[in-house]
């Protein structure tokens, strides 16, 4: 029987002995006891069937959070790095806002954001730099005719030397009683007329005002552009003045080519302390010398020489021409020598804000003896 079922026949019984005889009464107390009896065996065997779904019910419901929690765990462990990056954030954050923390209280309230990682992305406008106010410019020539020959000063525009020429007869050993040798000189006198070499940069005073290094680099730049220029110019001269070599490539080299130049002038008493040559034949000697008299050809500190002349790179020169001379016989003239000027004022500069820098010389090349420097090409044949 169910439990309500007993309570319900427990219940009729009990109401039975109120209205019952002595006998019957010891009898319904009887039946009582034995339904009060099942009915507490049934209570128990129901609280323990109840007892044993809850128990496998609760089974059930672990076994599926148990699996749940193997695949939360697996996730986590993915997330593990970016957890502890941003508790230590949040520690940070507590540890750093702890005073306005503990001021919490109802209707004070206090925000703390937690953000990730910055980047260079999170910054607007440019970034703080270093500069370098020296300008990366174009290399200058490595050496200016300039630099090779003799320098004069004059007074005007004209400079005039004076050439020894062949001229008549010689001195020589006297016969006794008779006249001696008589020896005449002729003289040429040539004039040089110095011109001017120049040229002008114009720049804003605001571009001289905001960029610094302005002032100081266009001197320089300047001055590179008006020996580039110069050089050309005296280059000219020297090919149209100088001695034209004789000597040839065939069944030669660059260097035996040299070392006869310097042999010639030599014999003609000329003393040869420089040849100049293009920056390619300068390596090309170098790299065939020990072809050539090893012990006429020297390369010590990186300087090439030649029978004991230095060989300097001249990029004025064209490839497979030199000189070979000495260069003590030619002087470069100046009437005005190499001067740098500023000037607001120039023009319309005033007006318009405007800086000229001026670069100039009054100058000339004099080769004052040709035959002291030969001009020669090494595709000669």
Do not use: C
């Not at 001197?219 to 020297?238: Q, S």
């Not at 034949?281 to 004991?308: C, F, H, N, P």
């Not at 800086?355 to 040709?370: G, H, Y």
């Amino acid at each position: 029987m169910e439990v309500k079922d007993l309570n319900e026949a427990l219940d009729g019984i009990k109401a039975q002995v109120a209205t019952s005889t002595a006998e019957n009464k010891t009898a319904l107390e009887g039946q009582i006891k034995a339904l009060e009896t099942k009915l507490s065996e049934a209570v128990e065997q129901g609280v323990k069937t109840a007892t044993e779904a809850l128990q496998a019910e609760i089974k059930a419901v672990q076994d599926h959070a148990d699996k749940i929690d193997v695949k939360m765990q697996a996730k986590a462990k993915d997330q593990e790095v970016k957890k502890v990056g941003k508790l230590d954030q949040l520690k940070g954050l507590i540890k750093d806002n702890s005073e306005v923390i503990t001021s919490v209280s109802k209707g004070n309230a206090v925000q703390v954001k937690v953000v990730a990682d910055m980047t260079t992305a999170n910054l607007t406008g440019d970034e703080p730099r270093d500069y370098n106010f020296d300008i990366v410019a174009f290399p200058s020539q490595k050496v200016n005719v300039a630099d090779l020959v003799g320098s004069v000063n004059i007074g005007n525009g004209t400079y005039t030397y004076t050439v020894e020429g062949v001229g008549e007869g010689a001195v020589g050993a006297q016969t006794e009683g008779s006249t001696k040798n008589q020896r005449d000189y002729d003289f040429t006198t040539v004039d040089v007329t110095t011109d001017f070499i120049a040229g002008f940069a114009r720049y804003s005073r605001k571009m001289r005002n905001n960029l610094s290094y302005i002032t100081s680099a266009i001197p320089g730049l300047l001055r590179r552009d008006y020996f580039k220029a110069e050089n050309a110019a005296f280059n000219t001269v020297l090919a149209a003045q100088a001695t034209a070599s004789t000597e040839i490539i065939t069944g030669s080299t660059k260097t035996k080519m040299l070392m006869n130049e310097i042999a010639k002038l030599e014999d003609a008493d000329y003393d040869t302390n420089g040849i100049a040559l293009r920056p390619s034949d300068w390596m090309d000697m170098l790299k065939t010398a020990k072809q050539d008299l090893e012990s006429a050809v020297t390369y010590e500190g990186g300087i090439l020489r030649v029978a004991g002349v230095q060989v300097l790179k001249a990029t004025w020169l064209a490839a497979n021409k030199y000189f070979v001379g000495d260069w003590s016989r030619i002087n470069k003239v100046n009437t005005e020598g190499l001067s740098l000027e500023f000037s607001d004022s120039e023009g319309t500069n005033f007006v318009k804000n405007m800086i000229t820098a001026r670069i100039e010389s009054q100058t000339a090349l004099a080769v004052e003896q040709p035959l002291a420097i030969v001009y020669g090409d090494f595709t000669a044949v």
